[in-house]
């Protein structure tokens, strides 16, 4: 299958479709062999946080010499980045495989009056085909939205599962409190097997403790309690784990220290499980980690920052990145929003930073909210809102708002942040080493 072919396969399915139930999973992981049956993983389930810490986890268990999976969603710069090996995106002709025999076992089902699946569903089924072609050793493989009922949760060979910070977000399909969120995301844990559980709100972290007392799995907390003698700073951080001393990360952003923490919290566990991680390749590996999309400098002088806060407690936590990092600073904002999401709370925990705001359309996806009804928006509560008619036109109305010594921060759907990345560099590229938008 060519990958227009794999488009038009998937288009159908739906990209933005969400369904909640596991039993559409089962019945295409069911013809496909149970490969996942023959999988080892790392289950991560939360609002916030997952794609760091799956990304240093994946990149200590790398540098300790295991080959390692990882599934995440959704892409924000390449599609074939959401299934990856050892860091690799799958390969083009891999996937066309895989979606080919997908495709036909989808076209079973549908004749055989079953529902037809979801994207995301193909896209995990796909991915569990790929890890055990590779043989991988472990899968670090995170929910899509929820836990109990998500796609992912067909996987009963958990190592362990981690808990993420959890907030408000997905109400229509998780539940209205924080109590029934947490429930959900509590729904990844399996019987006898730890669970490692970052700082969490009171009702949500009461929730977690009487699932994992039911279940009788050990609950590892792995929060910033564990944390002290940090050092925080745009291109490293550092901060002590327990015992381990002065342990360096190269992510940008006041949360990354606590989703680092969990990240250590999970590997030492993972020590306990039998898995060999000298305390060299945590070191390293944790120094090594990349995560794109989650406040990435994209550009320095002014600085052009990329982040992903997509709900109100991501949006609170950026605020609070920004107050630290760009005290006394001039910001300009990009905001790009889908429909669905908490907007106005995003515009709440973010707005009183910022100068000037230019709204964008995240392009591609149904589910976007448009500039001009975004500047609407903004403009109950911020003076100066400006709606872009292509993210072209942001970025350039965004060096023309500032200069050198400002600050450019671009943030709501993770969707559009690839292509925005896109459109930076190449201005950068166009300045020849020079002026705004250097990278």
Not at 231 to 250: A, P, W
Not at 254 to 272: M, W
Not at 317 to 331: G, P, Q, V
Request: net charge negative.
């Amino acid at each position: 299958m060519k990958e227009r072919e794999a488009w038009e396969f998937l288009a159908p399915a739906g990209n933005d479709v969400i369904v909640q139930g596991r039993e559409t999973m089962c019945h295409l992981c069911r013809r496909l062999g149970h490969q996942q049956e023959k999988l080892q993983f790392v289950h991560i389930a939360g609002t916030n946080g997952k794609g760091s810490v799956s990304a240093y986890i994946a990149t200590v268990l790398q540098e300790a010499g295991y080959r390692v999976g990882r599934y995440f969603s959704p892409a924000v710069f390449q599609y074939r980045e959401i299934i990856q090996v050892n860091g690799r995106g799958i390969p083009v002709k891999t996937l066309g495989r895989g979606l080919e025999q997908i495709q036909e076992i989808c076209g079973q089902m549908t004749g055989e009056g079953h529902a037809h699946p979801t994207a995301f569903e193909i896209e995990t089924a796909l991915g569990f085909l790929y890890f055990r072609e590779k043989q991988c050793d472990i899968v670090v493989l995170e929910t899509g939205m929820g836990g109990l009922l998500d796609a992912t949760n067909i996987v009963e060979n958990t190592v362990l599962a981690v808990l993420t910070s959890i907030s408000m977000d997905h109400m229509k399909f998780l539940g209205k409190t924080l109590g029934e969120i947490a429930a959900q995301k509590a729904g990844i844990l399996k019987a006898t097997r730890p669970v490692v559980c970052g700082e969490q709100q009171e009702e949500a972290m009461e929730v977690i403790q009487a699932e994992a007392a039911r279940l009788a799995c050990p609950l590892v907390l792995a929060g910033r309690g564990m944390v002290s003698h940090v050092q925080y700073g745009l291109k490293r951080q550092h901060f002590d784990y327990g015992i381990l001393r002065g342990l360096e990360i190269t992510l940008a952003g006041s949360c990354q220290i606590e989703n680092a923490a969990l990240a250590v919290g999970t590997i030492l566990e993972l020590g306990k499980q039998g898995y060999v991680i000298p305390e060299e390749a945590l070191r390293k590996g944790l120094c090594d980690t990349v995560w794109r999309g989650r406040f990435t400098i994209l550009g320095e002088r002014p600085y052009f920052v990329a982040d992903g806060a997509h709900n109100a407690d991501a949006a609170k936590r950026l605020s609070e990145s920004i107050t630290f990092y760009f005290t006394n600073k001039r910001i300009v904002y990009i905001i790009g929003v889908l429909r669905d999401k908490a907007y106005e709370e995003i515009l709440s925990a973010t707005h009183f930073l910022a100068d000037q705001i230019i709204t964008v359309t995240p392009p591609g996806n149904t589910r976007a909210l448009s500039a001009y009804e975004l500047a609407g928006e903004v403009a109950r509560i911020h003076p100066r809102v400006t709606a872009a008619d292509s993210l072209e036109e942001a970025v350039e109305m965004a060096y023309l708002l500032t200069g050198k010594e400002d600050v450019i921060v671009a943030f709501g759907s993770l969707s559009y942040l690839g292509r925005l990345s896109e459109i930076v560099s190449q201005r950068g590229e166009r300045s020849n080493g020079s002026g705004a938008g250097k990278n």
